[in-house]
């Protein structure tokens, strides 16, 4: 089964460091996503791109974070500097217009100590 | 900001039971509706779909129904196993391919 393959599935980092995390959508699919799921929030959409552009990033802190898609088979979300209210499962998923819902990764575990 | 919510945050059967599921939602204008199911670890999975022009969706063992009159869609699973122990979340989006705004979720806990 296609898969969207996430890296890293855990990342421990002190406060202040920077954090990069990578998402590899599923081949075809041209909308990507980027959520963020806490115990008390849920799964919160930070943006999404269709085509590599991005269409809406209203939901990420723009001071800190930051997304970007170099190319088809990349996205990527970083976020300097990293505070510990930024522990989360950050989840990419990927998509077509013509529906079928969107797949999600296994997701990066971050914890900001 | 629209959201999509759940009626009860847990649901407890018995194993051979069907389960129902039920989520409200608040924008009138969405278009598109999915179920997603979600262990312990992992991302969320697609059970299924359905778009607003459709009343009701059959899958493998589940079926959605909407009713857009009182903005409400629902989850059944037939013949409720260990394996659908999990968190299920409704979500909508205005149409396919957009954003999926998502509900806080159920979990369901099956008994043997």
């Known amino acids: 089964d296609a898969r969207v393959t996430q890296t890293p599935r855990h990342k421990v980092t002190e406060m202040g460091q920077e954090v990069t995390m990578r998402c590899q959508p599923i081949?075809?699919?041209?909308?990507v996503f980027w959520y963020r799921q806490t115990m008390m929030q849920g799964l919160e959409l930070l943006a999404y791109?269709?085509?590599?552009?991005?269409?809406?990033d209203s939901g990420m802190p723009k001071d800190r974070f930051s997304a970007e898609m170099p190319d088809a088979t990349l996205a990527t979300l970083k976020i300097q500097p990293s505070e510990p209210r930024d522990s989360a499962v950050y989840f990419c998923?990927?998509?077509?217009?013509?529906?079928?819902?969107?797949?999600f990764g296994s997701g990066t575990r971050l914890t900001v100590v | 900001g629209e959201s999509v919510g759940l009626h009860l945050p847990t649901l407890s059967v018995q194993e051979g039971d069907n389960s129902i599921i039920n989520c409200a939602y608040s924008?009138?204008?969405?278009?598109?509706f999915i179920w997603y199911k979600q262990e312990s670890g992992k991302g969320p999975q697609f059970i299924i779909d359905i778009r607003s022009n459709m009343d009701k969706r059959q899958g493998q063992r589940v079926t959605v129904l909407l009713n857009k009159t009182v903005k409400h869609l629902s989850l059944q699973i037939a013949a409720t196993q260990p394996g659908d122990s999990a968190v299920y979340f409704c979500a909508e989006s205005g149409r396919a391919g957009t954003a999926l705004i998502f509900g806080k979720g159920t979990t369901l806990s099956v008994s043997s």
């Open positions: 998923a990927s998509g077509a217009l013509t529906g079928g819902g969107y797949t």
């Open positions: 081949l075809g699919h041209n909308t």
């Open positions: 924008n009138s204008a969405s278009d598109y």
């Open positions: 791109f269709r085509n590599r552009a991005p269409l809406d």
